[in-house]
C-alpha cells in the first residue's frame, strides 16, 4: 500500500479496508487520534477489547514487550490491534529501532500494528525516519496529517457548528481561523466554547462579535495586528495589544519572534508589489507552507500603503530588540516597549518630514 492522504486514508476506513500496518504522524495531532480510533473500531471485534487492543508508550515500553504483543495471537477474532505511541525513530536505541523496523517491514498476519505520534515531530527527510516511513508504507499505510488550509478549516467548522445545530457562516469562520489558530485541534475547542456561549445566551447564530468577545488571540494574529497598528501609527491599540500578550503569558522572546515573521511577510509583500510579483509567487518563491498562505495574501492586503523604508525602520528597531533580550540585563517586557516607544519617535519623525508614505 503506499503513503496516502488523510482523506484517502479516512475514506478507505468508512469503506472497512484495513492494514496490517500504519505510521500516522503530522502536525494536526486531533485528526491523528481520530484516525487511530477509526482503525480500532475496525481491527477489533467489539466486546474484546480488553484481549485485543494493547496500548505501548514507544518512549517507556519495553520493545521486547511489544514485540511480544504483536506476536501473540487474538483471543477468539481473526486479528487484534497493537498502538504504539510515539516511538521516536531518532532517539530509539539501536536494537529498538531493528525490532521496530522488524516489526514494519514484516508485519504479522494476525496484527494491526499502529504506530502513532502525537508528542514527536516526524522529519521525512531523516534518514531514519524515511527507512521507517518507506517500511510502512510498503507494509500498509503511512500517513501525515499536515494542517489544513483556510478553506479546508472554515468549511470544517462550519459542518462542526452545523451538526451542533448553531450557524456559523463562512466569513466568521474565518475571522476564527484568522484570530485563533491553524490547528484545527485549537479551532476545534475554541468553536465549542462559542457553541457553548451563544447556545447559553439562547442563541444558534455565531457572529463576529461573539469571535472576538469569547476566543483567544494567537500569538501569531496578536503580532500581525501589532505590526499593523505600529505601521498606522496607532500605537495606543499597539501597546495594548502588547500588554494583552503579556497577560497571556506570552515570552517576549516569542512576541518578539511572531513579530519579526508578520514584518518580514509585510516586506516580502511590499518588494513584491514593486517588482510587479504576486502573492502566488512569494508563497512559491519563499516555499511557504500551506497553513501559511493566507499570511502572504493578508499581507499583500494591508501593505500596499506603507512604504519599503518604513518597513525597514521597524525592522531595524526589532534587530535592536533581540539583541537586547539576549543580551542585556533589562527587563523582557521593559526591552519591547521600549522597542514601540523607538519605532513611535522614528514615526513622528518621518511624519513630521512627509517621508512616511513615500
Not at 469503506?15 to 475496525?42: C, D, H, K, N
Not at 512604504?307 to 539583541?323: I, K, P, T
Request: hydrophobic content about 40%; charged content about 25%.
Amino acid at each position: 500500500m503506499p503513503k496516502l492522504e488523510d482523506n484517502a486514508l479516512f475514506r478507505e476506513l468508512k469503506a472497512g479496508a484495513i492494514a496490517p500496518v500504519y505510521l500516522l504522524y503530522g502536525a494536526e495531532s486531533s485528526f491523528v487520534r481520530s484516525a487511530l480510533t477509526q482503525i480500532q473500531s475496525q481491527a477489533v471485534q467489539p466486546g474484546f477489547e480488553s484481549f485485543n487492543l494493547q496500548h505501548f508508550d514507544g518512549e517507556k515500553a519495553l520493545w521486547t514487550e511489544i514485540e511480544d504483543a504483536c506476536e501473540a495471537l487474538p483471543m477468539l477474532s481473526p486479528r487484534k490491534c497493537v498502538c504504539v505511541k510515539d516511538a521516536d525513530a531518532d532517539k530509539l536505541p539501536k536494537a529498538d529501532l531493528e525490532r521496530l523496523m522488524s516489526l514494519t517491514a514484516n508485519p504479522s498476519d494476525t496484527t494491526v500494528l499502529v504506530l502513532y505520534m502525537i508528542s514527536v515531530q516526524v522529519d521525512p527527510k531523516k534518514a531514519k525516519w524515511k527507512k521507517l516511513i518507506d517500511a510502512a508504507a510498503k507494509s500498509g499505510v503511512a500517513c501525515e496529517f499536515a494542517f489544513k488550509d483556510r478553506n479546508t478549516l472554515r468549511r470544517a467548522l462550519c459542518e462542526r457548528a452545523r451538526k451542533a445545530h448553531v450557524a456559523l457562516d463562512m466569513d466568521t469562520a474565518g475571522v476564527l481561523v484568522d484570530r485563533c489558530s491553524q490547528s484545527y485541534s485549537i479551532l476545534q475547542n475554541e468553536l465549542d466554547k462559542l457553541i457553548a456561549y451563544v447556545s447559553g445566551g439562547g442563541s444558534y447564530t455565531i457572529t463576529e462579535e461573539d469571535v472576538d468577545e469569547c476566543c483567544i488571540r494567537s500569538i501569531d494574529s496578536s503580532a500581525f495586528d501589532l505590526a499593523k497598528s505600529i505601521l498606522a501609527g496607532n500605537f495606543d491599540k499597539a501597546y495594548r495589544l502588547l500588554d494583552e500578550l503579556f497577560y497571556l503569558r506570552q515570552e517576549a522572546i516569542s512576541i518578539l519572534g511572531a513579530l519579526a515573521m508578520a514584518f518580514g511577510d509585510l516586506y516580502r509583500a511590499r518588494c513584491a508589489l514593486s517588482a510587479g510579483k504576486s502573492a502566488d509567487q512569494v508563497a512559491e518563491d519563499f516555499r511557504y507552507p500551506k497553513n501559511r498562505l493566507f499570511a502572504v495574501r493578508n499581507a499583500f492586503r494591508d501593505v500596499r500603503s506603507f512604504s519599503g523604508e518604513q518597513l525597514r525602520s521597524c525592522m531595524a528597531a526589532l534587530y535592536e530588540a533581540d539583541r537586547q533580550l539576549k543580551s542585556s540585563k533589562l527587563g523582557d517586557r521593559l526591552i519591547l516597549e521600549e522597542m514601540l516607544g523607538r519605532m513611535r519617535c522614528t514615526s513622528a519623525r518621518r511624519q513630521g518630514a512627509g517621508a512616511w508614505n513615500g
